[in-house]
């Protein structure tokens, strides 16, 4: 799975677009983007992933950039519930049959304040 | 929504003595892991499962550790002679029988051996 690098930490005001970016310039074409958070010492929770095209559902986008060597994570309007450690993590998408592991980084650690 | 659950929710230990850590999956999926986080470290793969057998552990699923699937619906993860070093935050997770990777978290079970 190709590598990545996250900034350590980011504030946010709450009610503003929290932009989480992620850097991995060794990506490989069939390698996804994935997004998972930790709140405090909870499980990591799945957010969004995407392959090339940039991605939304209910809690967040994903923006891939067209080299797909970097990706950024938005949370349009954040609020204290988000503060958390987010994880970018790359891997290749399982094929059917496959218990592939999930290999967390540091992640960032994004503080929302009022 | 169905989720990922985890008894018990803290486990106080001897060290040396045995414990079993409990997972109930989501109901219909069919991939399933164990994860642990040292306090202040990253979350670390352990095993996965698929098909009643083990399909890959990392360096920490030593001899002491057994993963099983008694039944339909509960993942066991039993430590044989625990360690001090084996306090941490375990996390179970499941994941459905399709391409994507998405891990879906319990909430942890926070073992601490004294």
């Known amino acids: 799975d190709a590598k990545t690098t996250q900034p350590p930490s980011m504030d946010c005001a709450e009610g503003r677009a929290a932009n989480l970016p992620c850097n991995h310039s060794t990506i490989s074409g069939n390698e996804y983007v994935y997004w998972y958070r930790q709140i405090h010492s909870q499980g990591p929770q799945y957010i969004i992933h995407g392959l090339k095209n940039n991605e939304t559902n209910e809690m967040a986008s994903l923006i891939i950039t067209e080299d797909r060597k970097s990706s950024t994570l938005i949370l349009p309007h954040a609020t204290l519930r988000d503060t958390a450690v987010y994880y970018c993590?790359?891997?290749?998408?399982?094929?059917?049959?496959?218990?592939?592991?999930?290999?967390f980084g540091t992640g960032t650690r994004l503080q929302v304040t009022l | 929504e169905p989720e990922v659950t985890q008894t018990p929710s803290h486990q106080v230990t001897q060290m040396g003595q045995e414990v079993i850590l409990r997972c109930v999956p989501i109901?219909?999926?069919?991939?399933f892991y164990w994860y642990r986080q040292i306090l202040g470290q990253k979350v670390e793969f352990l095993v996965s499962?698929?098909?009643?057998?083990?399909?890959?552990k990392s360096e920490i699923f030593d001899d002491q550790f057994s993963v099983e699937r008694p039944d339909g619906s509960n993942f066991t993860l039993k430590i044989r002679s625990t360690k001090l070093e084996d306090s941490a935050m375990y996390f179970c997770a499941s994941k459905d029988g399709g391409f994507a990777d998405t891990q879906y978290f319990g909430p942890g079970t926070r073992l601490t051996v004294l």
């Open positions: 109901s219909n999926h069919l991939y």
């Open positions: 993590i790359v891997r290749v998408a399982g094929l059917t049959g496959t218990a592939s592991k999930l290999t």
């Open positions: 499962f698929y098909n009643n057998e083990i399909s890959e």
